[in-house]
């Protein structure tokens, strides 16, 4: 397909996860009372065995009990012992000194197995759960003696199976930590993810301006020579967003939603892979094309052009420059999960994709940007925090990290791994708080440079402060919740939009912005009628 266009409609359906957040652990909302007041926190739990450490697992501390250290030096290597009986729901048979109990979740409930494990001289309370995830543990309501001065943490089925592996293979010493590092306010990851973004819409609306204003210069050309030629007053390869178009792409985009949770697993993803990887080849070979045009020694290579079968003229630079594309997309999808440094080739497709989006899907006016915008700002408050109540989930965020596919979060986001986090995991943000706002940004761009408008009376500057400003809110939110997904586009739409708007009326220009947009030089070919519903 020419111009990108596959990497345009399968970026734009990617708008549907318009997310910023961190892969964290979900903090939800407990009943609070005294004696049953600790925060969720994630917990480390190295093991020992003869004094040399052998595997971490990763367990969830109650709601109850004594709060862990949250310094690893600080923790205590304690000897663990399996409970007798293994639930703990009676008192045991021999007294422990001062070791952690390793229990099986279930038949009583869990105040009443840490008061069993206090009574016996346990240090600590290590329960199995049943399931291969965390369970959040709280008392119950009937409870009236909630108090334990213990601590109590809980381990998935995998990790409890596996440490009763390893007590059963080591007759030695097995012993254990427990702690649970602080997560950094914030960290350096969020800083270069604000830089990408950002640096990603800069480059993009230049691009996107660059390519309006040669084609206005050529089609200006073209009007005083007196020549008509057809493709001249049409921008090839260039689609423009109308109001019904762009209501219908927020509702395409609920239903892709929608599906990307209902069908999430291992081979769904493999799927989403692939397809990735096809559009952001192609849009890395789109954009490499377009630099590499501007340096002369590659001019000749890209304006003289090739036949191949099933697709059509290609030039010489991009037949060069295809091979090299594929290459770097396969080598990704092989080692996307073992690679270290596998996120930056994501980052890379992902840039180069949203880029060539932002070059091709263009809004005419500010009224298409304010429908498109306002149905997204609703979209993402809609699918983060309304479909809780609907699925008991946050569909966004639930997609977002890709939980059920073992897999570590979709591939249609662009993402850093937090340098500075003890508990690792990445920061990332969807392709949607990129491509949506952006659309706005370029728009503002080629009408500053189509207007002959200074940098200063221009609106591009202003509200590409806006779009930073609008995404270093959005992080500052995601901090002072603790790390939980926020919808990105909640704090960003209002700035970039609102920006746009106050700026424009203001200025007077708003009628314009809203309904012509972009200043267009009539086609002579064109009947007058043909131009004014063309402008609307």
Known sequence: MKGGSF????????CSVAFAGDIVHQDDVAPKRPGCDNNFVLVKVPVWVDHR??????????RFGLTLESKEKRANQTRIALADPPDFCTSPTNKLA?????????????VSKAKVAEAAGASALLIINYRTELFKMVCEANETDVWVRIPVVMLPQDAGVALKQIMQNNTSHVSIQMYSPKRPKVDVAEVFLWLMAVGTILCASYWSAWTAKEAAVEQEKLLKDGSIDEDACQSTGIVDVGVASAVFFIVIASCFLVMLYKLMSYWFIEILVVVFCIGGVEGLQTCLVALLSC??????????FVKVPFVGPVSHLTLAVSPFCVAFGILWALHRRHGPFAWIGQDILGIALIITVLQIIRIPNLKVGTVLLGCAFLYDIFWVFVSKWLFHKSIMIVVARGDGSGEDGIPMLLKIPRMFDKWGGYSIIGFGDIILPGLLVAFSLRYDWLSKKTLKAGYFIWVMLAYGSGLLVTYVALNLMDGHGQPALLYIVPFTLGTMIGLGK????????????EPHQPCPHVAPAQQQQHQQ
Not at 100 to 109: I, Q
Not at 295 to 304: D, G, I, N, P
Not at 507 to 513: F, Q, S
């Open 7 to 14: 990497s345009a409609v399968l970026a734009f359906l990617w």
């Open 53 to 62: 450490e052998q595997r971490e697992f990763v367990g969830i501390g109650a």
């Open 98 to 110: 001062g070791e952690v109990a390793v229990v099986d979740r279930g038949n009583c409930s869990f």
């Open 295 to 304: 340096f002369r020694w590659f001019r000749t290579a890209s304006e003289s």
């Open 506 to 517: 203001k200025r007077g220009d708003l009628k314009h912005l809203w309904t012509r947009g």
